[in-house]
């Protein structure tokens, strides 16, 4: 097959303690997820999923024990964190069986949903898709993948996120409206996944802004951590 110019390289994330990347194939977000950031972003704790998306390429990969650096991006004065649990899919699969889903995933990560919160909001009130907000460059960064084999993921595991040292975000993934099976199932509904997906499953409440020159530090019991300097 020839090209009419040479094709980027694929996007991927490092693999914990491996020298292999993880090829993503597409990224899925789950939005509102939790009951108290479902209700600070005027929902009513309770509603059927609904998912949104980022192109491949807007990850911003962060190695183990690495300060990210992402740049503050344009046409925005409201940059807000969602940090979040991200489900990386090894097996594709339509319609999925909640009871079989667990089969499909590859491992986890931490994630951090960059968005341009005053253009989500702007396109909300015009009915207009969210991608302006959601899908810009670099709005997905991620620490490194996970493999289930090689972590252990409490139901219960707590996730938080600070700023400059200040706790923003803080709960349990028991606390996920919709369950990381769910989630899987919910998605295969309307997508086919495949081996590289990437689902981002929700964020705490306490979503706020950050400026240049702020440090986000986030973490998940049993993945680590993911720092990300705003510059």
Not at 23 to 32: A, E, F, Q, S
Not at 168 to 192: N, V
Request: charged fraction near 15%; glycine fraction near 12%; proline fraction near 8%.
């Amino acid at each position: 097959m020839q090209f009419v110019f040479p094709p980027p390289a694929p996007a991927a994330v490092p693999v914990v303690g491996d020298s292999v990347f993880f090829p993503v194939h597409r990224i899925y977000c789950v939005g509102r997820n939790y009951v108290e950031h479902a209700k600070e972003m005027g929902g009513t704790g309770r509603e059927a999923p609904f998912f949104f998306m980022k192109p491949a390429d807007a990850v911003l990969p962060v190695a183990s024990g690495a300060v990210g650096q992402m740049a503050y991006p344009s046409r925005t004065g409201d940059l807000q964190h969602e940090i979040e649990l991200v489900i990386a899919i090894g097996k594709g699969g339509q319609d999925i069986d909640p009871d079989l889903a667990l089969r499909h995933v590859w491992g986890y990560a931490i994630g951090l949903d960059m968005t341009r919160r005053d253009l989500q909001s702007e396109a909300k009130k015009l009915g207009r898709p969210w991608c302006t907000g959601k899908g810009f460059d670099h709005s997905a960064p991620i620490g490194p993948i996970h493999p289930v084999s090689q972590c252990a993921l409490a139901a219960n595991a707590g996730i938080e996120l600070k700023v400059n040292g200040a706790l923003r975000q803080h709960g349990t993934l028991d606390q996920l409206i919709w369950s990381i099976p769910e989630i899987i199932a919910h998605c295969s509904k309307f997508y086919a996944l495949q081996p590289g997906d990437l689902i981002f499953t929700g964020t705490p409440a306490g979503v706020a802004a950050v400026v240049a020159g702020d440090l986000l530090e986030g973490g998940i019991a049993g993945l680590g951590s993911l720092s990300l300097r705003i510059v």
